[in-house]
């Protein structure tokens, strides 16, 4: 068997930055040191003594003496001695057996030990020199008293005990997962009480028996971080206690990110932030009522707006936001109407009508736009049927045409109101409209043997010298005589013209 050298991992404990020097803390520590010392020196003291005793083992193998040859003389001489008689291989019977059974029984315990040893690794590696208790002190207690029997030669003594106690190694084996919550609930407890230092140890322990066990890393981590931890709340709570609320937020957010799970962090986090919130409502409120009463509505309406981020409920915000808003829409509507009645004065009734419009769209019942959108209506439609008149005077050389125009004239002499660029536009119809009116005399001459009619006008028969009194416009005159071909003029009359004169004769014969 080859030599083994065992190796003890001793835990210390982790050492957490504090200010607490007492005494009574100083004595606890030293206890618990003093505790796990003597278990990991139990079983240091345990497997060196199973790794000894192997090597002794290697060192001193058991050897089967040889059988003794001896002579007939020799056997002869024995028997008038009177000594014991030999077998006949020469070694007597009894001692034969014994030799074997003694070597039958050193191989058991050999085997035995081995098994022993083995057992005692798989609890090394799971550390329970530190969990195993009264179980492994019994179990420690029967290797050395094994060791004993084997150094002393009684065998089967040996592997008896060896074998009890790799049982024992087997049940706490079989027991780590009830060690693991109990050291897990230890921990806890402990770190709950803020004894940083056994929680350590114990979720340490507990690492052992599952190295990967988040429950036992999030707890080490906690404990060892729990000395900073609570400084910081020390430090949080006087920053709150002097009303420095944003460091003290800042403070517990810290402990919070070294323990998340630290219950006074999250409290306290909860708290300040809470703190912070209502202070703040209560400025972004004062600065809203105060925007409010100098009339800036849009800042007061900002304002109250953040003040709602904090509490989202708040009748008192909801108030004043409704004040804030009516009085904007009324900023608003007297706004357009300002822009309304200067878009009039200037007569720009198209920009008129899309404010009272906009306010319209606002508020459908306001009066005033009501009747500032009929207004400014009656006055685009007004100006388009003049414009009419004013952009195509030719065809007031229609007689419907005229009759129309002197019919808007009647009716613009209702329009209200009556501003300079209107007046002009109704005084430059009233003039297109005179002269529409306005006949230019026509004189016809002809040889009293044709015929003459004008259109638009009636037949005129014979004559040598015939005046008409006709309006602008254009007139076809037309000359017949039997035997002659047919005369045709068209004579166009234009407003305020000088008096014309045409000549109308049939003169080519057919």
Request: overall charge neutral; proline content about 3%; hydrophobic content about 40%.
């Amino acid at each position: 068997m080859k030599d083994r050298v065992d190796k003890v991992e001793i835990i210390s404990p982790v050492q957490v930055p504090g200010n607490d020097t007492g005494a009574q803390r100083f004595t606890s520590r030293w206890k618990n040191l003093g505790k796990v010392a003597a278990l990991t020196l139990t079983f240091i003291a345990l497997v060196g003594g199973g790794a000894l005793l192997l090597l002794y083992l290697s060192k001193n193998p058991v050897h089967h003496r040889a059988p003794e040859v001896i002579s007939a003389p020799e056997l002869e001489g024995r028997k008038v001695r009177g000594e014991a008689p030999l077998s006949e291989s020469g070694v007597g019977e009894t001692a034969t057996l014994d030799l074997v059974r003694i070597a039958e029984e050193k191989e058991e315990a050999e085997q035995r030990l081995a098994d022993f040893v083995r057992a005692q690794k798989v609890l090394e590696d799971k550390g329970a020199a530190a969990w195993g208790g009264d179980a492994y002190e019994r179990m420690a207690q029967l290797g050395r008293e094994a060791d004993a029997s084997f150094l002393e030669e009684h065998y089967m003594s040996a592997a008896l005990k060896y074998a009890k106690a790799a049982a024992k190694a087997e049940e706490l084996t079989n027991r780590t997962e009830s060690a693991l919550g109990r050291l897990l609930d230890e921990a806890s407890l402990a770190l709950a009480e803020g004894d940083s230092e056994t929680a350590q140890q114990k979720f340490t322990v507990a690492l052992l028996l599952d190295p990967a066990n988040e429950s036992a890393q999030r707890g080490l981590k906690r404990a060892k971080n729990f000395e900073a931890v609570m400084a910081l709340l020390t430090s949080a709570k006087g920053h709150e206690q002097n009303n420095n609320l944003s460091f003290a937020l800042t403070d517990y957010q810290e402990a919070l990110r070294l323990d998340p799970e630290s219950q006074g962090a999250r409290e306290g986090f909860g708290r300040v932030k809470a703190l912070i919130a209502e202070e703040k409502f209560q400025q972004f409120m004062s600065a809203g009522l105060t925007a409010y009463h100098n009339h800036d509505y849009q800042r007061a309406r900002s304002s109250l707006l953040k003040a709602q981020t904090f509490r989202p409920d708040s009748d008192q915000v909801r108030h004043a936001l409704a004040l804030v808003n009516e009085a904007i829409r009324l900023a608003r509507l007297e706004n357009l109407r300002k822009k309304a009645v200067e878009a009039e004065q200037s007569e720009d009734w198209r920009q008129a009508l899309e404010h009272y419009l906009a306010v319209l769209e606002m508020d459908p019942q306001v009066e005033f736009a009501i009747r500032g959108r009929n207004r400014s209506l009656e006055q685009i439609r007004t100006a388009k049927r003049i414009n009419f008149y004013l952009e195509r005077p030719s065809v007031l050389e229609s007689q419907r045409h005229l009759a129309n125009a002197e019919l808007l004239l009647e009716e613009v002499e209702q329009v209200e109101p009556r501003g300079g660029r209107l007046a002009a536009q109704i005084e430059k119809l009233h003039q297109l409209v005179a002269v529409a009116q306005r006949s230019v005399k026509v004189t016809l001459v002809s040889d009293n043997l044709t015929k003459v009619a004008v259109y638009r006008v009636g037949k005129l028969g014979q004559f040598d010298v015939y005046d008409l009194y006709l309006r602008p416009g254009t007139y076809t005159v037309v000359g017949v005589r039997d035997g002659y071909q047919d005369f045709r003029k068209e004579i166009v009359v234009k407003p305020g013209q000088q008096p014309l004169r045409f000549t109308v004769i049939c003169r080519i014969k057919i």
